[in-house]
């Protein structure tokens, strides 16, 4: 069962326009999202987060929008470079729960000049 | 600053062989985690460690186990090796404290295990 769903493997967008990525979750003790960028033969690396009290969190070009009652949320990257292509995925966590996170299975993100 | 390392980088092993992951976390995180990540699909989690004590347990094999030692490495030991072993395996680390969880973890560059 999966609990984070990124339902699109893939986007492409044109340099300078907005990329916006979603990721669904079905478990409502999830109270910390995040998303982490991962570039071929490397790690994921964190991006930004945002917890379940707040439906907005901005970092630069980067903001993550939750809305809780709809089990949704979506990083937002504005202007999009070139750079920023690579595979981004979201993650959850549940208090008590170790601070394990709980992968989507990502989705690659193009960024044409 | 320093990362999370892991090695080997690539590992190629025949079924029914063992293999030995080793990851060293970022210095003073007390928390490691072990992921696998199959081609095409997302990270899943295996097991995790607080303080050298196992804290967590996820979808690993029975064939598959795990330490963290003294000195806060640990090492992942997978013995008779299948085919569906072949993965990107992933250590990250942390540190437990008030508002951690907001900054995730720290990810290693990963092993590639190919089990041939």
């Known amino acids: 069962d999966q609990q984070v769903k990124q339902n699109s493997p893939s986007l492409s967008v044109q340099e300078g326009r907005i990329s916006i990525l979603n990721c669904d979750y079905t478990?409502?003790?999830?109270?910390?999202f995040l998303w982490y960028k991962k570039y071929p033969a490397e790690g994921p690396t964190f991006l930004i987060s945002?917890?379940?009290?707040?439906d907005k969190n901005e970092d630069g070009r980067f903001t993550v929008f939750l809305n809780k009652s709809a089990k949704h949320l979506s990083l937002h990257i504005v202007p999009s470079q070139p750079g920023d292509s690579a595979v981004y995925f979201c993650?959850?966590?549940?208090?008590?729960?170790?601070?394990?996170?709980?992968f989507g299975k990502g989705i690659t993100l193009s960024v044409r000049p | 600053a320093a990362g999370v390392i892991q090695s080997p980088r690539h590992l190629i092993k025949e079924k029914r062989e063992t293999a030995t992951l080793k990851c060293y976390p970022i210095?003073?995180?007390?928390?490691v985690y072990w992921y696998q990540q199959g081609p095409g699909q997302d990270p899943q989690f295996l097991i995790s460690?607080?303080?050298?004590?196992?804290?967590d347990k996820g979808s690993i094999p029975d064939r598959f186990s795990a330490q963290q030692f003294s000195d806060y490495h640990s090492e992942l030991n997978m013995s008779s090796l299948e085919l569906g072993d072949s993965a990107l395996y992933f250590c990250?680390?942390?540190?437990?404290?008030?508002?951690?969880?907001?900054?995730?973890?720290?990810f290693g560059s990963g092993t590639r295990l190919t089990v041939v």
């Open positions: 990250a680390s942390s540190r437990s404290e008030t508002g951690q969880r907001l900054y995730g973890y720290t």
């Open positions: 478990n409502s003790m999830f109270d910390y």
């Open positions: 945002i917890s379940s009290i707040k």
């Open positions: 993650a959850a966590s549940a208090y008590g729960a170790n601070s394990k996170l709980t």
């Open positions: 210095p003073r995180h007390d928390t």
């Open positions: 460690f607080y303080e050298k004590m196992q804290s």
